[in-house]
T-cell receptor, first 115, second 113 residues
Framework: GAGVSQTPSNKVTEKGKYVELRCDPISGHTALYWYRQSLGQGPEFLIYFQGTGAADDSGLPNDRFFAVRPEGSVSTLKIQRTERGDSAVYLC?????????????FGPGTRLLVL | GQQVMQIPQYQHVQEGEDFTTYCNSSTTLSNIQWYKQRPGGHPVFLIQLVKSGEVKKQKRLTFQFGEAKKNSSLHITATQTTDVGTYFCAGGMGAGNNRKLIWGLGTSLAVNP
């Protein structure tokens, strides 16, 4: 079956602009995760959804970052007033039910570059 | 705060040599997962360890979880060029909280043919 997909694959924007990054999880997966990965670093947790609700958003760096999952499937990560430091690969992952230690299946990521 | 340390950061080996990466947590983990990320790719799940002292094998890969559930290791026997990539450990921090994995910085493995 289809894996996790993310669009766009690459996004170049200017400082101060607004961007939206989309994630399509594996069909039937109720848990969805957003991570940010900078060059040479491991993935950094941002937010976790269980269904439509954000169960844990403790990783969002500040209030410029927001994510939604209105129908419990597709999720959008929104970044306002982008800064150069936001440049990174934004990874989305999904798991079947969000249970303890479940395998997280990652999408290919969106490479965001803020000029 | 909660941290997962991973060493070494880089390892360069000759094909056929063994390779080991170590993962240490400042707190007791509920479980630990290992992922492999190829250059330009995304993390791919390898295995999960849950029990104290657990050892699991996948062909040439051996994974261990420490008795205190604070450390783990991945050992590759007789490396091949296909083993090239970055190996990450990611720890679950406790009941109800282990959906949020805390990731190590990874060990990048280069293999000379």
């Amino acid at each position: 079956g289809a894996g996790v997909s993310q669009t766009p694959s690459n996004k170049v924007t200017e400082k101060g602009k607004y961007v939206e990054l989309r994630c399509d999880p594996i069909s039937g997966h109720t848990a969805l995760y957003w991570y940010r990965q900078s060059l040479g670093q491991g993935p950094e947790f941002l937010i976790y959804f269980q269904g439509t609700g954000a169960a844990d958003d403790s990783g969002l760096p500040n209030d410029r970052f927001f994510a939604v999952r209105p129908e419990g499937s597709v999720s959008t990560l929104k970044i306002q007033r982008t800064e150069r430091g936001d440049s990174a690969v934004y990874l989305c992952a999904s798991s079947f039910s969000g249970g303890a230690g479940e395998t997280q299946y990652f999408g290919p990521g969106t490479r965001l570059l803020v000029l | 705060g909660q941290q997962v340390m991973q060493i070494p950061q880089y390892q360069h080996v000759q094909e056929g040599e063994d390779f080991t990466t170590y993962c240490n947590s400042s707190t007791t983990l509920s479980n630990i997962q290992w992922y492999k990320q190829r250059p330009g790719g995304h993390p791919v799940f390898l295995i999960q360890l849950v029990k104290s002292g657990e050892v699991k094998k996948q062909k040439r890969l051996t994974f261990q979880f420490g008795e205190a559930k604070k450390n783990s290791s991945l050992h590759i026997t007789a490396t091949q060029t296909t083993d090239v990539g970055t190996y990450f450990c990611a720890g679950g921090m406790g009941a109800g909280n282990n959906r949020k994995l805390i990731w190590g910085l990874g060990t990048s493995l280069a293999v000379n043919p």
